[in-house]
């Protein structure tokens, strides 16, 4: 099979690593893919936002298969386009999509088929969105309707912080994507990431991991894209993974095909476990970055063929095989991430791989034949452990022996688990 990746992150670069063990393969190439990518792929200059050069360069190569890895794409319709045009496609449709581009379309759905979730309003200006806080009171939770690169959701604890919210909303701070604001209920326990593959009518449960998505020790400082993240997540025991299956996955599979948007691909859900159970928080429609490393790490099976069954609508026949193992990433962010950082620093040295072991690349190129840093998130440490806490002694270990003087890293991923299995 002749297949092609689209991203260029440590989760492409996971997935890409991932693909070229199968036997099934016989070419990948990666666009643009990054010089960690390049040691399983063919990086190809492509705009992955002109989707007729995108069909063009499939057809050239008679590619088979398109992997999509990141959002942006999904959202603006590459997989339709692709799926028109004849290429089997791992992604969602730009109208499925809108489980992770609309936070009121997921809450909406959630609300036509008894999903669980926090009680909610949507709103189009900010005086009925500030009477509701009034008269909810605090916690309360403020999202922009749209894609914000993460950083559209205020958990406000006080009624002030929430107000101050719905106007930086309405004021522009999110540009298009806080012309519409979803008010939500303070949903109280731990949260988790719950991580299912659907091809449309079946679903293939995957795996649990649990993020950090704060820059500091002790999950502290402002929020980022995730600064690291292990499988799985000890919250989800078999009978919580179960009731998510059966209150959330399926009921979702079901109320997207009957409302004519059946979802192909995969369910990245962020749950709340609350004393009643798990409560949806939101959909994101493609694999989590990091999570999707140590996912990857932990997946003993071939992936490309479950790929492939998830985007032609045979997940019937085949299975996912998943080492006992527990996998921890540590994330090697640029100094000064996630605010400005120096581009185009060094990195002088990365340690090889091993079976336990892989440093992802996610934000690094090829200057002058020398490898630097080009992004806030850079390299993905991710190693295997019989515990979370042998898992992340392997990947600080790893860690350790990078040799980037611009970088620095978390020195506590996974500590919930690792205090869990010190008790
Ligand atoms: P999101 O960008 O939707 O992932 O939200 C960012 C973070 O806000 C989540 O990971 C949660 O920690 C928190 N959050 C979102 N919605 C709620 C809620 N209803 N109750 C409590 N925390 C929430
Ligand atoms: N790590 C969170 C995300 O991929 O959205």
Known sequence: MKVLLIGSGGREHALAWKIAQSPLL????????????????????????????????????????????????????????????????????????????????????????????????????????????????????????GLAAGKGVTVAMTEAEALAAIDDCFDGAFG??????????????????????????TALALATAQDHKRVGDGDTGPNTGGMGAYSPAPVMTSAMVERTMKEIIEPTISGMAKDGNPFSGVFFAGLMITAKGPELIEYNVRFGDPECQVLMMRLKSDLLPILYATATGTL??????????????????????????????????????????KVFHAGTALKDDRLVATGGRVLNVTALGKTVTEAQAHAYALADRVEWENGFCRRDIGWQAVAREKA
Do not use: M
């Open 26 to 145: 016989d070419a990948l190439y990666a666009a643009p893919g990054n010089p960690g990518i390049a040691d399983h792929a063919t990086l190809v200059e492509l705009n992955v936002e002109d989707h007729a050069a995108v069909i063009a360069f499939a057809k050239e190569k008679a590619i088979d298969f398109v992997v999509i890895g990141p959002e942006a794409p999904l959202v603006a319709g590459l997989a339709d386009d692709l799926r028109a045009a004849g290429i089997a496609t791992f992604g969602p449709s730009k109208a499925a999509a809108q489980l992770e581009g609309s936070k009121g379309f997921t809450k909406d759905l959630c609300a036509r088929y008894d999903i669980p979730t926090g009680a909610y309003q949507r709103f189009k200006s900010a005086e009925p969105a500030k009477d509701y806080v009034r008269a909810q009171g605090a916690p309360i939770v403020i999202k922009a309707d």
């Open 176 to 201: 298009a994507a806080g012309a519409e604001v979803v008010v939500e209920a303070f949903l109280d326990g731990e949260e988790a990431s719950f991580f299912c593959l659907s091809d449309g009518k």
């Open 316 to 357: 019937d026949r085949v299975d996912a095989e998943w080492r006992d193992e527990a996998a921890l990433t540590v994330v090697l962010a640029s100094k000064g991430y996630p605010g400005a950082y120096d581009k185009n620093t060094p990195i002088a040295h990365i340690p090889e791989a091993s079976e336990e072991a």
